[in-house]
């Protein structure tokens, strides 16, 4: 008897035709993304690139889905662990570039080098594919194309961003380009607020810009970074950031006063930078922080002073090891004294000196307070705190400060001693906490520094910032050395300190203003209440007493918190002359339980001008003094899963290896041809 006869015959995938299909697919993506680099392709379509790299992704999952069958159930298994390991190197590869551009297009610190340069073609493809499925609507105009969700606004916003668009062009010297910008409204891929080439992320549909302006901030940014982009190609030029973004922020629609007056804020409160370094190594490529209001200055100026051709010479031929040198080739000088220059602008739009009396005649005033009896309160009480600050401008104040607070459950408490001198334009102040940790600071135009003991009996330790000017080091330290002043020393109750700037005013109303004879002498009550609608800061309202008689000083103040807290504060005052402060005792309430106490007296106080000397770390500090420059720091992105993008770089190569050395050891073999009957 025959048995019957069985056969057998595996299941066959061309694993070599699969690995060559994705080496081939992944070089022919490459070859297109340079071509459309070296063409510069604006907004290129979709389908080649994504078809392209389509093939590679499926190539790829074919030969990892033959393969691992191979490999389980063989024949050939060594054979098969071959193909499938030079298969999978270029998705491997192709997967740590894209994650390298996402590293990028997520964070600011952007390098545009060879890589990325190669991907933003891809970018632009993708991002095409993805607006053609989620903003179906798209509205042309001349310079730029809209693409969004449906909105009524959409013709009336193109035509502003077309009228925005020539007025960018004008500023660089008329220069026309005939390729529109595609202004996407809303987030791509995840990101927004984002501009790529040709290509920009805005803002939703329909949002408009403050006051009812059609255009946000925000859109005329980022579009404004593909204008210059339609002008100087960005594969070819490597400006530093504070260019790339000043330019944008220059022509966001803010106004130039307001963006001065915020790097005036900014600088005296120590977070801008000198322009040298921002140009330096560690804020070149940072596109963060000070990039944007230092580089809308510098732009401004820059175009205002020498002229769009001088401003595109140098955006075009500047680089990071040669900014200084190209400075003096294309505009005749060095950094510095663009630096100068621009902090001058910055000075000229600088807040002046609050007019107290001016600030409090912006509040609202209730039904039941005259006008006119109000300006004769706030013109006695800015006259009086005149006369009491003119002493002081050459003084020196100590005093003693002790705060204690009790709860159900812990109490605790502390002392320090102030020390501030006053000389002209020359300040400083002393802060030792519980005789123990101590924080110094000086101002003077010549030189101006911080100071710290970290504890009792070390060494002063400096904390000059590196490279800081002298002047932005004056800000900074006049602004903690005033600010103290003003909430330890000066008469102004609390209340009043809260109207540094005519927009507090504006959330405040008078609603009582009352003078009255007491056994005292004459006084002046005045309650000012938190407006409705305005939820900004803790207090809900404060009353007041002031004293006629003696340059309106405060006698006591009350303050509603919210929410069951609130603080009272009584002052004391010398007796005969100038009512000078002696004393404050401020007792507080919160929650159940809870009580606060907070104390200070004067000590000492002397007029008449000190030496210079004393403004010095010599002559201020006691003790051991140690230089400690504190080193500025180079801008770093947070990390995100994109800087793990070495790692499937490094598989791949490894991919590569360990197929090839699977394929010399007989890999490579042919497989036998195998057959059973019976």
């Not at 964070?107 to 499925?133: M, Q, T």
């Not at 200055?297 to 401003?311: R, S």
């Not at 929410?563 to 402060?581: A, I």
Request: proline share 7%; with cysteine.
């Amino acid at each position: 008897m025959t048995p019957p006869s069985t056969s057998r015959r595996a299941v066959r995938v061309d694993l070599p035709a699969l690995a060559i299909l994705a080496w081939i697919s992944w070089l022919a993506w490459l070859a297109l993304l340079a071509g459309m680099l070296a063409t510069r392709a604006w907004h290129p379509h979709f389908l080649p690139a994504t078809a392209i790299f389509g093939a590679l992704l499926i190539s790829t999952a074919a030969l990892g889905i033959g393969g691992i069958w191979r490999l389980a159930r063989g024949p050939a298994r060594l054979r098969a662990a071959t193909w499938v390991l030079l298969g999978v190197a270029p998705l491997l590869f192709t997967a740590g570039h894209i994650l390298y551009g996402l590293r990028a297009g997520f964070g600011r610190l952007l390098v545009v080098d060879l890589p990325l340069k190669l991907l933003l073609p891809f970018g632009e493809s993708i991002f095409d594919l993805e607006a053609r499925f989620r903003y179906p609507v798209r509205t042309e105009g001349d310079t730029v194309v809209m693409i969004a969700e449906p909105s009524p606004l959409a013709k009336d916003q193109v035509a502003a961003m077309d009228r925005h668009v020539r007025t960018l062009r004008e500023r660089l010297g008329g220069r026309t380009s005939d390729r529109k910008i595609h202004w996407v409204r809303g987030p791509l891929m995840g990101m927004s607020g984002r501009a790529s080439y040709g290509t920009c992320l805005g803002s939703p549909a329909g949002e408009t810009g403050p006051n009812g302006e059609p255009l946000s901030h925000l859109d005329r940014h980022e579009v404004a970074h593909c204008v210059m982009n339609s002008v100087v190609s960005p594969i070819e030029v490597d400006p530093p950031s504070l260019f790339v973004e000043g330019w944008a922020e220059a022509n966001s629609g803010r106004d130039r006063g307001e963006i001065r007056r915020q790097v005036w804020n900014l600088r005296r409160s120590g977070e801008t930078r000198p322009l040298r370094t921002l140009v330096g190594p560690g804020w070149y490529h940072a596109h963060a922080g000070m990039a944007y209001p230092q580089g809308a200055v510098l732009v401004d100026h820059i175009l205002d002073a020498y002229g769009p051709d001088k401003f595109l010479e140098l955006y075009t031929q500047c680089g990071p090891a040669t900014f200084d040198a190209d400075c003096r080739r294309v505009l005749g000088v060095d950094v510095e004294t663009l630096d100068a220059a621009c902090r001058a602008e910055v000075a000229r739009e600088a807040p002046r000196p609050a007019d107290v009396a001016g600030i409090l005649n912006g509040l609202k005033l209730g039904p039941t307070v005259e006008p006119e009896a109000w300006r004769t309160f706030t013109r006695e009480f800015g006259e009086g705190a005149a006369r009491l600050a003119e002493p002081y401008e050459q003084s020196r104040v100590v005093l003693d400060w002790k705060w204690s607070s009790k709860g159900p459950d812990r109490s605790d408490g502390s002392s320090s001693r102030w020390d501030w001198r006053r000389s002209g334009a020359s300040r400083s102040l002393i802060v030792e906490v519980d005789d123990d940790v101590g924080t110094a600071w000086s101002a003077t135009p010549s030189r101006s520094f911080k100071a710290v003991r970290r504890e009792r009996g070390g060494p002063w330790r400096m904390e000059d910032a590196a490279g800081e000017s002298a002047e932005d080091s004056y800000d900074r330290a006049i602004v903690e050395i005033d600010q103290n002043w003003r909430n330890f020393v000066t008469a102004v109750p609390a209340c009043l300190r809260e109207f540094e700037v005519p927009e507090d005013a504006a959330r405040f109303v008078v609603s009582r203003l009352e003078r009255r004879q007491e056994d005292g002498g004459r006084r002046v009550l005045v309650r000012i209440e938190r407006r409705p609608e305005s939820l900004v800061g803790r207090m809900r309202s404060a009353e007041c007493l002031f004293d006629a008689d003696r340059d309106l000083v405060a006698l006591s103040e009350s303050q509603d918190l919210g929410d069951g807290e609130g603080l009272r504060t009584d002052s004391v005052y010398e007796e005969g002359g100038l009512p000078f402060l002696r004393s404050k005792r401020m007792t507080g309430s919160g929650p159940p339980g809870h009580t606060r106490e907070v104390s200070w007296t004067i000590v000492e106080r002397r007029f008449g001008p000190i030496p210079p000397a004393e403004f010095t770390p010599e002559g201020l500090l006691k003790g051991q003094v140690v230089a400690a420059t504190k080193v500025e720091e180079a801008w770093k992105d947070p990390q995100t899963f994109a800087d793990y993008y070495p790692a499937p770089l490094v598989a791949g190569a490894v991919a590569i290896a360990c197929g090839l050395g699977a394929g010399l050891i007989g890999g490579f073999r042919r497989e036998a041809e195998t057959s059973s009957t019976g």
